[in-house]
C-alpha cells in the first residue's frame, strides 16, 4: 500500500542518515601503541586512522618498535656494540665508520653546538660518567675532585670531534674524547617514529617519548593535539598523573622537548646534582631552572636545545632562543614572598595554557586523545572510537518530529490542520492520484484539491 511505502520510504532515508552520521564520527579514531624504550623511558604513539583492521594495527606496532629499538642499538652508551660505545672505547684517531643515522645525529649534534656556544654538546661524555649519570653508576655516588675535572675539561669540546656522511663516519682528535647522545638521540628517535607513520601513508598522529614530543596533523576529535608540560617536582618516580600538569600545550605539525632537574638526581652532604651538566664548566648547573620546554620543528632540535636552554639559563636561554626563532617556555624554582613554589615565563609565542581546575585536566586528558602524561601500559595497543549514542538520538528525535508534523492535523481537537500533513498532499501513488485519498476527515482546501 502506499502509505506503508510511503512511511517506510521516510524510515529508511531516517536510518541511512543515521547510518551517515554514524559513519563520519567513528571514520577517525586514535590507535594507541605504548611501551617503554631505551631502558626506563617511556613512549606513546597515537595515530589517527580510518583502517582498525589487525594487519594495520600490526604494522604501526612495528613501525614504532623497530625505530625506536634502531636508534637505541646504534647510539645508546649503554649498549656495547652501538656505534657511540665502539667510538668511546676506541683511542684511535683515525675514521671510524658509523651507521649513516649514527652520522646525522653527531652531525646535528656538533651544528646544535656551535649555535649555542658550547652550552649542549655532545662531547660531555667524560663528565656525564665522572658525576655518575652515566653507565655503571653506583648508588652511592663519588664526586669527582678538582684534578680529575679539570682533565675532563682537556677532553670536552665539540672542536675535538669530527664527522663526515660520505662514507659515514666519525673520528676524534683527541683519543680520550667520549661522545653521549643521550641529549639529542631520543628526540632524533621521536623524528624516526614520526617518518615511519608517513611511510605507512598516516598524516595525523603524537608521538611521546619522555620528555619529547612530536605531532603531525590534528587529533581524531579535530584540532592540534594536547602536549602536558608537568609541574617539576621533586621525585625520582616515573608516575605521571594529570594532577602533575602544570601547563598544557596545544601543538600541530610541531615538536616539543621538555628539559628538567626534577627526575634525575641525586643529593650528597645535602646538595642537590642534577645530570644537567655544564660543558664549560663540566659540572652540574647549580641555578633555580627546574624546566625548559622549547618548540622546533623536529624533535632532534627542540631536544637538543632544552638542554641548552636549561645549561643557559632562563635569561641567556631566552636570549639564544628568540635569536634562532624557538618558542620557549621556563619554569624556576621561587622562594618569592608570595608563596609560590616556580616562576613561569613563556615566549608569546609558546602557545601554553594554565589548567585551573582537575575538571579542565580531564576535560584535556580525555579529548586531547593522550597528553603524554599518563603511565603508558607496557606493550599496549588499544583503539578509541567516538560515540554513536548522540547521533541516534538526534536521530531519533528528528524521526519523532517528522511524524509529529504529519500527525499534528489529528491532535488539535480531531480536526485536520491545513498543511499539517506535511507536503504529502503534493505526493501521488502509483496510479497517480493523489494520497489524500486515504485521509478520512480531508479538510474542504484537500478536498477541492483533489476533485480537481
Not at 328 to 352: H, N, Q
Not at 376 to 382: M, R, V
Not at 396 to 405: H, I, K, N, R, T
Request: charged share 20%.
Amino acid at each position: 500500500m502506499f502509505q506503508t511505502k510511503s512511511v517506510f520510504k521516510i524510515v529508511a532515508a531516517t536510518l541511512l542518515t543515521t547510518h551517515f552520521a554514524t559513519t563520519a564520527c567513528t571514520a577517525q579514531q586514535s590507535v594507541e601503541v605504548s611501551g617503554r624504550t631505551m631502558g626506563p623511558i617511556p613512549f606513546r604513539v597515537l595515530v589517527v586512522t580510518n583502517d582498525d583492521q589487525p594487519q594495520q594495527l600490526k604494522a604501526i606496532q612495528t613501525g614504532v618498535n623497530s625505530s625506536l629499538q634502531r636508534v637505541n642499538e646504534l647510539m645508546s652508551t649503554y649498549i656495547e656494540q652501538s656505534d657511540i660505545s665502539k667510538f668511546n672505547r676506541s683511542t684511535s684517531t683515525d675514521w671510524q665508520s658509523v651507521d649513516p643515522e649514527t652520522a646525522t645525529v653527531v652531525s646535528r649534534a656538533l651544528e646544535i653546538c656551535e649555535s649555542t656556544d658550547g652550552a649542549f654538546d655532545p662531547t660531555i661524555g667524560p663528565a656525564v660518567n665522572a658525576w655518575n649519570f652515566g653507565p655503571g653508576k653506583d648508588e652511592d655516588p663519588v664526586l669527582p675532585g678538582e684534578n680529575e675535572i679539570d682533565e675532563i675539561k682537556s677532553v670536552v669540546g665539540f672542536e675535538k670531534v669530527e664527522v663526515r656522511s660520505e662514507p659515514p663516519a666519525i673520528r676524534k682528535l683527541n683519543p680520550k674524547v667520549q661522545l653521549d647522545l643521550s641529549a639529542i638521540a631520543k628526540g632524533y628517535a621521536v623524528d624516526r617514529v614520526g617518518q615511519s607513520l608517513e611511510e605507512l601513508g598516516y598524516e595525523n598522529f603524537m608521538v611521546v617519548v619522555g620528555g619529547e614530543v612530536l605531532t603531525r596533523g590534528e587529533r581524531a576529535s579535530g584540532g592540534p593535539w594536547n602536549v602536558a608540560v608537568e609541574k617539576p617536582e621533586n621525585s625520582n618516580s616515573a608516575e605521571r598523573t594529570p594532577d602533575r600538569v602544570h601547563r598544557m600545550v596545544k601543538l600541530s605539525n610541531k615538536a616539543v622537548a621538555t628539559s628538567g632537574d626534577y627526575r634525575n638526581f641525586y643529593d650528597v652532604a645535602g646538595k642537590r646534582y642534577s645530570h644537567t651538566i655544564d660543558p664549560k664548566t663540566c659540572e652540574p648547573v647549580d641555578h633555580d631552572m627546574a624546566i625548559a620546554s622549547v618548540i622546533a620543528d623536529d624533535c632532534m632540535t627542540a631536544d637538543a636545545m632544552a638542554t641548552a636552554v636549561m645549561v643557559m639559563g632562563r635569561e641567556k636561554g631566552t636570549a639564544l632562543c628568540e635569536q634562532l626563532g624557538y618558542p620557549l617556555l621556563t619554569v624556576e624554582r621561587s622562594d618569592s614572598e608570595d608563596g609560590l613554589p616556580y616562576i613561569t615565563v613563556a615566549s608569546a609565542d609558546f602557545p601554553a595554557t594554565v589548567l585551573e581546575t582537575n575538571a579542565d585536566r580531564d576535560a584535556n586528558k580525555n579529548d586531547g586523545e593522550g597528553s603524554g602524561i599518563n603511565e603508558p601500559n607496557l606493550a599496549a595497543t588499544s583503539t578509541k572510537t567516538s560515540s554513536i549514542l548522540p547521533v541516534f538520538l538526534a536521530t531519533f528525535l528528528v524521526f519523532c518530529l517528522m511524524v509529529l508534523g504529519m500527525a499534528v492535523g489529528a491532535i488539535f481537537n480531531n480536526k485536520p490542520v491545513t498543511g499539517s500533513c506535511g507536503g504529502i498532499a503534493n505526493m501521488t501513488n502509483e496510479d497517480g492520484d493523489s494520497v489524500c485519498g486515504i485521509c478520512s476527515k480531508p479538510t474542504v482546501d484537500c478536498t477541492e484539491k483533489v476533485e480537481a
